[in-house]
């Protein structure tokens, strides 16, 4: 009798990963992907370094995330943490847009935008540069090493290397005045934490992009499983026609060739001719003919492929394409698939498209309306009243004014709801009380005020108090905050 601890060991519970060497096509799938990699690229890396002027108190970095301060800048919107809405808002928006995307088109985004194909792409077109196409590549693969081998090795890494470095460079560019921070990078003064992020975005790009690729893909994005909820039988996906194809005529390489055979046995003879040139440009490096799979990004790398297979043996061309499940279900009966436009505006790509408008419009309509002042009012409770030497009571309060406009401003701050009440800062005194004061705020900052509020003794232990902020600028605005004056309660009955 076997020993159970033997079948153990023979079992494997994980299929061994197999080395993916896409091989290198050329077709309109293949230069859409070029010029969406070239534009994602650019903006990725010459964000940073664009200006913007927003006058001499604010940076003029266009896009940048300055932490220090707490604020966001995109062009001319500018984003204080109290506004993060804005942001919830934009991912709020980027889901449902993936979410549209994907109801339309499949995983378009998968095959053309994400991060982790446009770099995968990057270090496959450097692998391919150094190592050659694919066969080279396999050949290169099972060589013994030697001074070539060693040397095409380093040299790809490195290359590989620098990418990354570049990658992680540009993000850190993101949080900081890139000119400035990339002085401090080059001459050793820049932040610890900048060198830090550096070295994690390096390994990782490097890692991800260079030597995991496709298991990023197959085994770590939660996207693939998710899509098959937002996918139905209108949703485009690159598609096998195997009642075109089948069966598959083993290798012959002519027309003329399937065409004789079909008519001597009889038989009816597919278009696919199994040369497998849509697996050797997979990036993946799944078979596209065994139907829909996890490992399909959507690329259309496979569909150049075979179009420039179908083109030499005369056949046509589109036996693989991008097509929905209802219309391969049509066509293999013989029916006319639905246009595109009919095809996309159906109720589910509709509800999408409304809730992602609606947001949009939403946000522009607040971003375009708010004001660009704020006030926040808190009553110190340390003591809750002070009886003055004139029988006054008085309550002090912090409050706090948010300029938010690139220049300094003039407010004036008035009470309301109380009567006979009079206000005073730190810098005054009772005798210089007045119903308002005057504050400046500078540009782009937020300025905290103690005030102090004296009313009459007598009345409600608790009264309302409104505290009115008004800017004195052209631009003017104003915002009421509201609070409460408190008294002894022994004067409340006196009252």
Known sequence: MSDPSDLIDQQHFFEARRKVFPKAVHGPFRRLKWVIMAVTLTIYYVTPWLRWDRGPYAPNQAALVDIAHRRFYLFSIEIWPNEFYYVAGMLIMAGIGLFLVTSAVGRAWCG???????????????????????????????????????????????????????????????????????????????????????????????????????????????????????????????????????PRSRGLKRSHDLIELAANADARIGDCIDCNACIAACPTGIDIREGPQIGCITCGLCIDACDEVMAKVGRPLRLIGYSSAADDKAARIGGTPKS??????????????????????????????????????????????????????????????????????????????????????????????????????????????????AAAAVGPARADLDFRLRALDSEGGSVTRSSRFDRPKDEEHAQ
């Open 340 to 453: 595109p436009l009919r095809r996309v505006l159906r109720p589910r790509t509709l509800a999408y498209s409304l809730v992602w408008g609606g947001i949009g419009l939403a946000m522009l309509f607040v971003l375009g309306n708010r004001a660009r002042l704020d006030l926040s009012v808190a009553q110190s409770r340390n003591p809750e009243w002070v009886r003055l030497s004139d029988g006054t009571i008085r309550n002090s309060y912090i409050v706090k004014i948010r300029n938010m406009e690139t220049r300094p401003r003039d407010f004036l701050i008035e009470t309301a709801g109380l009567r006979q009440a009079v206000l005073w800062d730190e810098q005054g005194d009772r005798r210089a009380a007045g119903r308002e004061i005057r504050v400046p705020v500078a540009p782009d900052q937020v300025r905290a005020v103690q005030l102090f509020v």
């Open 112 to 246: 053309y935008a994400c991060p982790q194909t446009v770099w995968t792409d990057l270090f496959v077109h450097v692998e391919r540069m150094i190592d050659g196409d694919r066969n080279a590549q396999f050949r290169l693969l099972k060589a013994p090493w030697g001074p070539g081998k060693i040397a095409r090795r380093i040299t790809k890494h490195a290359l590989w290397l620098i990418i990354a470095a570049a990658t992680g460079g540009a993000w850190i560019f993101y949080f900081a005045d890139a000119p400035t921070l990339a002085r401090q990078l080059a001459n050793g003064t820049a932040p610890f934490a900048a060198y830090a992020t550096i070295g994690v975005l390096t390994f990782t790009t490097y890692s991800l992009g260079g030597l995991m690729r496709e298991q990023v893909c197959i085994y770590m994005c939660p996207w693939p499983r998710i899509q098959t909820a937002l996918m139905d039988e209108q949703s485009l996906s690159v598609t096998y026609k195997d009642w075109r194809g089948e």
